[in-house]
């Protein structure tokens, strides 16, 4: 993003807080376009450009939240390492934090709190200067469910306005889901008129006002979705999923989602503020399947230890943050580097795991679909080519030895899953081979490979480096609602602890962990 525009989202984000007048702006060079019951003219579909950019521009920070405030807070501390990408480097945070299930209570509440209320806040501005109709409307409901999804993927329920009478009011993990499922079909039927149109790109981070674009992200998320239900609810995640691939989800890296947000969010928690550092988990993945994106993913160790990229455990007790920085490896981000949100890589996983589950018009076999999305990987990272690595049917995950004067212990491997494709393996392995590779991909997205590895329980992980407070598991199936919820909404809370089935803690499940 160059200067220009940084100054353009800045002043679009004060009108925001100010609640400043705002006035509308018009485009000119739009064609008439119909939709089901309307004829909507090009004025109408460019109204509210201007008076809406500043809403959306900060639905677009909490849907995608490269700010680096906002990306520690929701993606950085929670995603990135209970997903196994990232661990704390930061010795202040060694002793309570989420991959020990003991993060501080303001941990705990900060997506609850401070980005939820923003997000929705924002879709509520558009929806009514919109009067929910037009591309900025259906752009906003796309954005909504990516915020939504993600913290109902944390906490396991979410107040979303499912009870008319009680904004605070949680609804359930499942009516959560098909409430956005419901929204990207409201999305994509709006979005679809249009796409051969560009729309409000000034203020368009992600796509430039490229509506063809913003209709397969909404496709592309209603798969994603799809895949997570596919246990919980096989015939709607069935009907979901085959609906989603025939409408046409991304399919190539030209148009993932990605976002430039400068600095980037991983460079200023990774690289300027050195709070976090490669994790084991995926370092002996990528070491033991001499994996190219290793060197595309992580920086070179300031002080080696036989091997370039040198992983931290999980739940480390960091006793020094300067010799941690120096011992482990940072991520491989600039100030510049796009936020990758979602993928053609990843759509080609789903969809391989689509055929897994029985699913018609997938695209291809289990086999094509698999190797298609490592290329996809291979391509996005500027890897090379993916053909002997694909043809690869003895690599495994390496052990774990930990750095020289290093603050975790050595670890044999945990999984002897391989690279290449065996139409002759049982289901469970051609999952486990297929859910190990799309995590790898999913990278950096901490909280998609979070909820995959809870919902597959592949890839197979480390054991925490320190204890987890009597828990038994390796990785949190959720986080506790926010602390103040008890004494401020206590009814809805006692409610919302109803509605996940179990306690309030680190242990219940997630509605869609039913494999």
């Known amino acids: 993003?160059?200067?220009?525009?940084?100054?353009?989202?800045?002043?679009?984000?004060?009108?925001?807080?100010?609640?400043?007048?705002?006035?509308?702006?018009?485009?000119?060079?739009?064609?008439?376009?119909?939709?089901?019951?309307?004829?909507?003219?090009?004025?109408?579909?460019?109204?509210?450009?201007?008076?809406?950019?500043?809403?959306?521009?900060?639905?677009?920070?909490?849907?995608?939240?490269?700010?680096?405030?906002?990306?520690?807070?929701?993606?950085?501390?929670?995603?990135?390492?209970?997903?196994?990408?990232?661990?704390?480097?930061?010795?202040?945070?060694?002793?309570?934090?989420?991959?020990?299930?003991?993060?501080?209570n303001g941990w705990v509440s900060w997506p609850f709190n401070n980005s939820l209320p923003k997000a929705t806040s924002a879709f509520k501005a558009i929806a009514a200067k919109t009067g929910r109709e037009g591309v900025l409307y259906a752009q906003a409901l796309v954005l909504r469910a990516q915020v939504y999804q993600r913290y109902v993927d944390m906490y396991g329920a979410l107040p979303v306005g499912l009870e008319q009478d009680d904004d605070a009011a949680y609804s359930s993990q499942e009516d959560v889901y098909k409430l956005l499922v419901a929204n990207l079909d409201t999305a994509a039927l709006l979005l679809k008129p249009f796409n051969s149109s560009t729309v409000n790109d000034e203020n368009d981070k992600v796509y430039e006002g490229k509506v063809s674009k913003w209709y397969k992200l909404a496709n592309s998320l209603k798969l994603r979705m799809a895949i997570r239900m596919r246990y919980a609810d096989p015939a709607?995640?069935?009907?979901?999923?085959?609906?989603a691939v025939a409408a046409g989800v991304i399919t190539s890296n030209d148009d993932n989602c990605a976002v430039t947000y400068v600095p980037n969010g991983q460079y200023k928690t990774s690289i300027e503020w050195g709070d976090s550092r490669a994790c084991a988990d995926l370092e002996c993945f990528l070491t033991g399947y001499a994996d190219p994106r290793l060197r595309t993913y992580f920086k070179p160790a300031q002080k080696t230890s036989g091997r370039a990229i040198v992983g931290c455990l999980a739940g480390a007790k960091i006793e020094n943050k300067k010799k941690a920085n120096e011992i482990y490896s940072a991520a491989n981000v600039g100030q510049n580097t796009r936020g990758v949100w979602l993928t053609a890589a990843e759509m080609a996983f789903c969809r391989a795991e689509g055929v897994l589950a029985g699913w018609s018009g997938m695209g291809g076999t289990a086999k094509d679909l698999y190797e298609e999305g490592v290329k996809l990987s291979f391509e996005q990272w500027g890897a090379g080519s993916a053909a002997s690595y694909l043809e690869n049917s003895t690599a495994k995950q390496a052990d774990y030895t930990d750095a020289e004067g290093g603050f975790g212990q050595s670890q044999a491997a945990v999984s002897t899953i391989t690279i290449k494709w065996n139409d002759g393996a049982t289901a469970e392995e051609k999952l486990e081979r297929l859910m190990t590779q799309k995590w790898i991909a999913l990278f950096p997205d901490g909280q998609e490979a979070w909820s995959e590895l809870r919902r597959t329980g592949y890839p197979k992980v480390f054991p925490v480096a320190q204890s987890t407070s009597g828990y038994s598991l390796k990785v949190p199936n959720r986080i506790p609602f926010a602390v103040d919820e008890l004494t401020k909404n206590p009814t809805n809370y006692r409610k919302a602890v109803q509605l996940i089935g179990g306690n309030d803690d680190y242990a219940t499940k997630m509605w869609w962990q039913k494999k």
């Open 236 to 243: 709607f995640a069935k009907k979901t999923g085959e609906a």
């Open 1 to 104: 993003m160059n200067n220009k525009h940084i100054l353009k989202s800045m002043a679009l984000g004060a009108l925001l807080v100010g609640g400043l007048a705002m006035q509308t702006a018009c485009t000119a060079g739009f064609e008439e376009a119909n939709r089901p019951g309307h004829k909507v003219s090009a004025d109408e579909l460019d109204r509210d450009n201007y008076s809406t950019s500043s809403f959306l521009t900060q639905l677009v920070n909490e849907a995608f939240p490269e700010q680096e405030n906002t990306y520690q807070m929701t993606e950085d501390l929670i995603g990135n390492y209970l997903g196994r990408y990232m661990t704390y480097a930061n010795n202040g945070f060694s002793d309570k934090n989420f991959a020990r299930f003991n993060a501080p």
